[in-house]
Every structure is written in C-alpha cells, then in structure tokens.
C-alpha cells in the first residue's frame, strides 16, 4: 500500500507539471500556488557541482557604464526587492545573457528586451506596469552598489551560468527544456543543456 501510494503520488506530481506547462502555453493558469510549488520540488536539481560563470568586466564609456548600473539595479531591485542575495543572482542571470547568442548585446537591451508595443517582456516588470510604482529609493544606493561591483568583475557563483529563472509559485513551460541548478529564496533558477542553446523565453 505505501508503495502504491508513493507511485500515485509521483504520477500525481508529473501530472501537475505537464497541466502547468500545457496551460502557461495557453495563457491560463490553474495550478495554485501551493500546488506550484510541489511540482517545482519534484523536479531535481542536476547533479554535480554549478560551475561559476565567468568574470564580467564592463567595457565602455562611463556614462554607458553609468546607463547599464541603472538597468542592472532596476532589474535586480523589481525582480529581488531588497534581498541581497537575489538581486545579486538577477544581475548574474542578466550578465551571463548578455554574453550568450540570441540575447542582446548590452546590458540594458537584455533587461528591456522585449519591451515594445507587441512584444513579450523577458522580465516581467518591463510590461507589467511595475515601472509605474517605483520602489522606495531608500534601496536605490545598496542596488546601485552591487551592480557596479557586478559591471566590475564580481561573480555570484551560486546561480552559475542561468540563464532563465521563476518564482516557485509558478511553473512556467520552458522550465522542462532547461536544467534546474540552484534555488535563491523564492527563486528557482536554470542554465541551458547542450540540446537547448536557442532557448530565450521570460527570465
């Protein structure tokens, strides 16, 4: 019986992701975040160490230095709030796009991609009105700070190469082409697999 129950359980599981990833596809959500959250656990980070991305150094004049701070401290403070570790992983996910095929080249057009009249937004706060609510500006310096420390060679090694990232209340449809590599806070991040180089969807 606990056997049969534990087969029923995974089924159960599986079941939950494949109708996350078949509805975000329709634009419909049905899981709760509860039940998120337990398809998000089934799915196992990929074994071996995470390997650190490597050092980014801006290049630039200053005042395009001065423009990519802003966008990566924007980013990070919408996408994290004023979580120190997961604005510092968002501004790891932004570098390591810019430096892929298929993204933008520079640091603002991977965090605005997509955001044009038609298009869809990569982060979500670019498109989703949170622009219009800007955060207190009490958190504005700290973001500042760890973006040019970020635009400066320092790495947050836990997120590795990710590419893609999501809140574990969600389960959106790409998460299954990708390989799930580590966890900060809220946030469940992935990198590409050799198969899955073109892959350029929401976070």
């Given at each position: ?59 630039g004049t200053p005042a395009a230095r001065e423009q990519a701070i ?134």
């Open positions: 019986m606990i056997v049969s129950g534990m087969i029923v359980g995974v089924a159960l599981l599986f079941c939950l992701i494949r109708l996350a990833h078949n509805d975000e596809r329709h634009h419909r959500m049905s899981l709760s975040m509860a039940q998120a959250r337990i398809a998000n656990a089934a799915i196992p980070f990929v074994p071996g160490p995470v390997e650190p991305a490597a050092r980014f150094v801006f290049h802003e966008c990566l401290a924007t980013a990070a403070i919408y996408e994290a709030g004023d979580d120190p570790r997961g604005q510092r992983a968002v501004m790891q996910v932004v570098l390591n796009r810019v430096r892929r095929p298929g993204y933008p080249r520079t640091v603002c057009g991977v965090v605005y991609q997509g955001a044009v009249p038609g298009g869809v937004c990569q982060f979500s706060f670019a498109c989703d009105g949170s622009l219009t609510r800007r955060p207190e500006t009490a958190g504005w310096t700290a973001a500042r700070e760890r973006a040019r420390h970020a635009l400066s060679g320092a790495v947050f090694g836990v997120v590795g190469t990710a590419t893609h990232y999501h809140t574990d209340w969600v389960v959106p449809w790409w998460s299954a082409s990708l390989d799930k590599i580590a966890k900060v806070s809220s946030h469940i991040f992935y990198r590409p697999r050799s198969s899955s180089e073109s892959v350029s969807n929401q976070r």
